[in-house]
């Protein structure tokens, strides 16, 4: 196995193929509503990080339904996960974010997944999802945008956290029995190799459950445009990337599901995305690479548990 891909953790955890149905909330950002900043992360479009979602207008159960119903025909299609993509999905007072919980429970979806930030979880989010989770048999999972673990680079993209907040988020999603999973730009051109190496590990480390890395597309009018315009920021290679990534995953715990290798951009207001390669073409490349070289998820997973102890 080269990496622990999503479909096999879905196949062996469901029985069958589950289907991710994007959910639009009527949620903004703290880094983008004025408490923490108005400008958010110098990569942020208008729509957050998702721009694939229905009306935010429609309630949670009829958006559902209506993919489901469009999904299922098609791919003939039996399970779902509900996934809250948009901006942060527990930026919300408890009471309505608990609300649009139970309005995701519609018969055939296995799991809800839910997009925010790591300073958005509270212990009173994780509470009314341990709920939800325990009264409907459903699984609920996290997805924590962090990006990178250099406190610097986070700062220079406008994140508005740090390290801790993300550390923080995940012990006490574990504590509750809530998945975690996190979102990594594994190709920021001001990281390198010893930063791609340490996010590996800390995410190791911390016991995320899944690992969804994007590589970094530059949307018109956001701060990253005008800095790549202006010729002050130069994305990596593809070579760059797919080298980035299969060290990424050596590093990686084997037991950390990875959910996407690589994400897809909108195409209209995009500056440079993707190397003007499809994702899929990207993907093969890397996993010929690895199979080439004899690479794989946590080929260097040996740095944990007192690893110079004496013997
Ligand atoms: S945290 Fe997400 S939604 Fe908020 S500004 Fe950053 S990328 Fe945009």
Known sequence: MLYFKFSDYLMKTYKEKVYKIPVNLPATCPNRDGLLGSCGCIFCGEEGAGFENLSAVLPVKEQLEKNIGYIGRKY???????????????????????????????????????????????????????????????????????????YHTLKTLNRGHGLAEFIDSVIRAKKYDIGTCAHMIIDLPMDNMEDVVEGAKILSAVGVNQVKSHSLYILKDTKLGSLYTRGIIQPVTMDEYIERIITFLEYLSPEIVIQRLIGRAPEERTLFSGWNTSWWKIVDMIEEKMTRENRYQGKRFNYLNGVTCLK
Do not use: W
Request: include cysteine; charge should be negative.
């Open 76 to 150: 003939n299609a039996k399970k779902y996960i509900a996934y809250f993509q948009n901006y942060s999905n527990t930026y919300f007072p408890l009471e309505k974010f608990r609300e649009y919980l139970q309005e995701a429970i519609v018969p055939d979806v296995v799991a809800l997944y839910i997009s925010t930030r790591p300073d958005c979880l509270n212990n009173g989010y994780f509470e009314a999802m341990k709920d939800i989770k325990e009264k409907h048999g459903v699984d609920i999972v996290v997805e924590i945008g962090l990006q990178t673990v250099n």
